[in-house]
């Protein structure tokens, strides 16, 4: 197992383990499109071009069977804190339940101490009773509420 | 009431702010050093260079009455939508009730529009019953655990 930035060669399979999700399909966004679009590769280019964000990606036997981003953001609060935020965590669904998840977390927060943060941040929909579980083995703790607006 | 990007001037009121808050002091970090820290002013430089986080104030007749800081952040989620976070949410005590809030959201959310951003986002201490109510009056749906690891 090993964990890497993405490429744009990766973006295919990464749109892959986004769609293959219920939640996500129950939003709408379950459709992966024959080739990523203009405002997907638009995303990965603004994405790679920041140092801020970390597109991750997992990688087995050359497979990309994991991935999340990871976006490093200043604040004045808590002395000048840097705060980790995780989104769009995903692991291969055939390779549930295998540790990978874990692995990914542990790769994620040693990105966060490496670059100085004080904090790792995420949400993760109420109906992932199994994710909030598993977040909570990690040390997270569901202190807050996460609050979204669509536009 | 006018908002506007926050410049070094604004530190120290800003940091008044953050700090005037009982949550914030039952995690410990009630305090504003006399003077802002090496550390602060770094946080303040890092966010004053970078397009993707905007500081900002909410100013009237010359006072500083409230701040929230801005992040724009890309992903390959949801056809490469862009979103936005909203963090340090503040309204000076003294002025609370007013309908200061609810105009600096408008204008949170009006610079999400603007930067082209398909959601919005933030996390609210399950606390903050206030809070709460607050922004699910402006649309903002709480389907999501927030959950905060400290490192």
């Known amino acids: 197992m090993k964990f890497r930035l993405a490429g744009r060669a990766d973006v295919p ?3 892959e383990l986004l769609a293959d999700d219920e939640i996500s399909r129950s939003r709408g966004f379950g459709a992966v499109p024959e080739e990523a ?32 981003q990871l ?6 609060s808590r002395g000048g804190a840097w705060r980790m ?7 291969r ?3 549930r339940g295998a540790g990978i998840g874990k692995k990914l977390m542990a790769y994620a ?18 109906r992932r009773a199994e994710a909030q579980r598993f977040y909570a083995g990690l040390g ?8 979204k607006l669509a536009l």
């Open 13 to 15: 399979a990464i749109l």
């Open 37 to 68: 679009d203009a405002a997907t590769w638009a995303a990965f280019e603004a994405i790679d071009a920041d140092p801020a964000n970390e597109l991750i990606v997992g990688e087995h036997d050359g497979d990309v069977v994991a991935t999340c």
């Open 71 to 76: 976006t490093f953001i200043p604040g004045l």
């Open 85 to 91: 935020t995780i989104e769009a965590v995903r692991v």
């Open 93 to 95: 669904g055939d390779r």
């Open 109 to 126: 927060i040693t990105r966060a101490r490496e670059r100085g943060c004080r904090i790792v941040q995420l949400t993760t929909d109420k």
């Open 140 to 147: 997270f703790v569901a202190s807050h509420e996460g609050m």
